[in-house]
């Protein structure tokens, strides 16, 4: 019998989603942990901003450079192994690199990290599409979503407060000791791949690597996919790379702690992620993912008042459209594509995504230095414009989810 999916609600399924909640945890807390202590970072190491922001910046870069041989390598050993041997090789080096005192060895050590890091995103989504039916595929990415800004919040808050007691080694120390924890839990509860064909037994032409990324990169479609994760990865990370340089000078002057606990505005996308995966199977993607970079551009324009709680607003706006985007953009990226190709079609969206993280992460650190936070968030804003134009221009009129939750490429 033809194996068509978990069904929502089976022991299976949860067994899937938690999994893979605690899969984002382990990648995504110790992959954000620096963002939090970034000013304590410069202050100790004598960098300014910007070569702060590297730390982040390394581990992103090296995760995009690494999404698509991960991919490759789960096409062969399997889903769940690979994000296996991906995971647990990063807590290992994430327990290494706060302790390395100059920054060369710190930025080398967080792209090791962030190379074994590619393995959950390279592979998640594809082995969620497998293993999930097509009209469940967009509620089930958005929960996976969730799981991801979790993590992100956890590596965040954890290595922030620990950092103020103990210094910003420890703290990130801290945050990588939960991802062990994750990890764990993650390799406990993935169910076992049995929708997933190994690709040596394959059949048809265009099965191989080099084919499949390039059909995917002749489709229209996909790279007005990729033009979102390029486009609003990077505006998110850098508004979180700087916001606390921002919030900390005046008028503002807020104390470290208070800007630490601004990553709680990353619960507007735990909420915002699974509630746009369901919308999205109900009214269509098309229209969640414009609503949601809408919303994004709006938190942008609202973070550039005078007044803290305006900001405050703003970010949590920002981040629930961020989200409700990511979470519309990763699902409908596997589903768009043909069954050989989900794995590099997720691959090429995440090397998008942080390819997009790695250059705005620093680059726009840069325009903050040099012209303020007015120039910083109209930059934002005009990125959030341009992947609203790319959506539109390909993605309206190829809407899957119009068709019922419709997976044809």
Same mark, same amino acid.
């Given at each position: 019998?033809?194996f068509?999916?978990?069904a929502?609600?089976?022991?299976?399924?949860?067994r899937?989603?938690?999994?893979?909640? +605690?899969?984002?945890?382990?990648? +995504?807390a110790?992959?954000?942990?620096?963002?939090?202590?970034?000013?304590?970072?410069?202050?100790?190491?004598?960098?300014?901003?910007?070569?702060?922001?590297l730390?982040?910046?390394?581990?992103?870069?090296?995760?995009a450079?690494?999404?698509?041989?991960?991919?490759?390598?789960?096409?062969?050993?399997?889903?769940?192994?690979?994000?296996?041997?991906?995971?647990?090789?990063?807590?290992?080096?994430?327990?290494?690199?706060?302790?390395?005192?100059?920054?060369?060895?710190?930025?080398?050590?967080?792209?090791?990290?962030?190379?074994?890091?590619?393995?959950?995103?390279?592979?998640?989504l594809?082995?969620?599409?497998?293993?999930?039916?097509?009209?469940?595929?967009?509620?089930?990415?958005?929960?996976?979503?969730?799981?991801?800004?979790?993590?992100?919040?956890?590596?965040?808050?954890?290595?922030?407060?620990?950092?103020?007691v103990?210094?910003?080694?420890?703290?990130?120390?801290a945050?990588?000791?939960?991802?062990?924890?994750?990890?764990?839990? +993650?390799?406990?509860l993935?169910?076992?791949?049995?929708?997933?064909?190994?690709?040596?037994?394959?059949?048809?032409?265009?099965?191989?690597?080099?084919?499949?990324?390039?059909?995917?990169?002749?489709?229209?479609?996909?790279?007005?996919?990729?033009?979102?994760?390029?486009?609003?990865?990077?505006?998110?990370?850098?508004?979180?790379?700087?916001?606390? +340089?921002?919030?900390?000078?005046?008028?503002?002057?807020?104390?470290?702690?208070?800007?630490?606990?601004l990553?709680?505005?990353?619960?507007?996308?735990?909420?915002?992620?699974?509630?746009?995966g369901?919308?999205?199977?109900?009214?269509?993607?098309?229209?969640?993912?414009?609503?949601?970079v809408a919303?994004?551009?709006?938190?942008?324009?609202l973070m550039?008042?005078?007044?803290?709680?305006?900001?405050?607003?703003?970010?949590?706006?920002?981040?629930?459209?961020?989200?409700?985007?990511?979470?519309?953009?990763?699902?409908?990226?596997?589903?768009?594509a043909?069954?050989?190709?989900?794995?590099?079609?997720?691959?090429?969206?995440?090397?998008?995504?942080?390819?997009?993280?790695s250059?705005?992460?620093?680059?726009?650190?840069?325009?903050?230095?040099?012209?303020?936070?007015?120039?910083?968030?109209?930059?934002?804003?005009?990125?959030c414009?341009?992947?609203?134009?790319?959506?539109?221009?390909?993605?309206?009129?190829?809407?899957?989810?119009?068709?019922?939750?419709?997976?044809?490429?």
């Amino acid at each position: 019998m033809t194996f068509v999916g978990h069904a929502p609600r089976s022991p299976a399924y949860r067994r899937l989603i938690l999994g893979l909640f +605690f899969a984002g945890i382990a990648t +995504f807390a110790q992959l954000y942990a620096p963002q939090a202590v970034l000013p304590q970072l410069a202050r100790d190491l004598a960098v300014d901003p910007a070569t702060a922001a590297l730390s982040v910046s390394a581990a992103t870069l090296g995760l995009a450079a690494s999404v698509i041989g991960w991919s490759v390598v789960a096409d062969r050993i399997g889903r769940v192994p690979a994000m296996a041997v991906g995971v647990i090789t990063a807590t290992a080096l994430g327990l290494l690199a706060p302790f390395s005192g100059d920054i060369g060895v710190l930025l080398a050590l967080r792209c090791a990290e962030g190379v074994a890091l590619g393995a959950v995103p390279a592979v998640a989504l594809a082995y969620l599409s497998e293993e999930v039916g097509p009209r469940h595929a967009a509620a089930a990415a958005g929960s996976y979503i969730a799981g991801t800004t979790v993590g992100g919040l956890a590596g965040r808050i954890v290595s922030g407060l620990v950092a103020e007691v103990a210094g910003w080694q420890t703290g990130v120390w801290a945050a990588t000791g939960l991802c062990a924890v994750a990890a764990a839990l +993650f390799l406990w509860l993935a169910p076992r791949s049995q929708g997933f064909v190994p690709l040596r037994r394959r059949a048809g032409r265009g099965s191989g690597v080099l084919a499949r990324i390039l059909g995917l990169l002749r489709s229209p479609r996909q790279l007005a996919l990729y033009a979102q994760a390029f486009l609003l990865m990077g505006a998110f990370v850098a508004v979180y790379n700087y916001l606390g +340089f921002h919030l900390a000078s005046p008028p503002f002057a807020l104390p470290v702690w208070f800007v630490t606990l601004l990553f709680l505005a990353y619960l507007a996308g735990t909420a915002s992620s699974p509630w746009a995966g369901v919308l999205a199977s109900t009214a269509g993607r098309f229209p969640v993912l414009l609503g949601s970079v809408a919303v994004m551009a709006g938190g942008a324009a609202l973070m550039l008042a005078p007044l803290t709680i305006i900001v405050l607003v703003g970010l949590l706006l920002f981040t629930a459209g961020f989200f409700g985007a990511h979470a519309v953009a990763s699902g409908w990226t596997p589903v768009a594509a043909s069954a050989e190709s989900r794995a590099q079609a997720s691959s090429l969206y995440y090397f998008a995504y942080y390819a997009g993280s790695s250059l705005f992460g620093w680059a726009l650190g840069i325009a903050f230095g040099s012209w303020g936070w007015a120039w910083f968030g109209g930059i934002v804003i005009g990125m959030c414009a341009l992947a609203a134009l790319a959506a539109e221009v390909a993605l309206r009129a190829a809407d899957p989810s119009s068709q019922g939750g419709s997976s044809r490429p």
